[in-house]
């Protein structure tokens, strides 16, 4: 039996599809915050089959949102204050995001202009299709 201890003040993301809690641990940078993270991979879970969870013992403002609703609108962060749950948070798509992706089109300013922001704006909601701001080249975010 796996036992990881709870946390004081932090943030638990639950619910992360079984295998990607490393990708949302580079992608939040979390490794360049000085706070202790635990991941769990590959838990047990009666709704999901398996599922990867993880701890994070500092303030939850240091937690960017939107990169997480981005790369799974489905986790569920819960805020840990006193060592207790005193809040769940829904993610939601974010309509636009910054510096998260990079345009591929080899065309776009962005490739060109190198200081300019990669800035993707939500399109299609039903099928959380992005865009370019700045040349509409659509991104996949099976590919991430």
């Known amino acids: 039996m796996l036992n990881v201890g709870k946390i004081e003040e932090g943030f638990v993301l639950d619910h ?3 295998g990607k809690s490393l990708d949302i641990y580079h992608h939040l940078k979390l490794g ?5 993270v635990a991941i769990i991979k590959n838990a047990r879970s009666n709704k999901m089959g398996k599922k990867d969870i993880i701890k994070v013992e500092c303030p939850i403002d240091m937690l960017d949102l939107n990169i997480l609703g981005f790369i799974d609108h489905n986790i569920t962060v819960n805020v840990i204050q006193n060592g ?3 809040e769940k948070k829904k993610l939601q798509l974010p309509k636009q995001i910054k510096n998260v992706i ?4 080899p065309r776009c300013i962005t490739s060109i202009e190198q200081e300019l922001p990669h800035v993707f704006v939500l399109s299609d909601e039903e099928k959380e299709i992005y865009r370019c701001k700045y040349c509409e080249e659509k991104f996949d975010k099976r590919t991430l």
């Open 16 to 18: 992360i599809e079984a």
């Open 32 to 36: 360049k915050l000085d706070c202790t």
């Open 84 to 86: 207790e749950i005193v």
């Open 102 to 105: 990079r345009c591929r089109n």
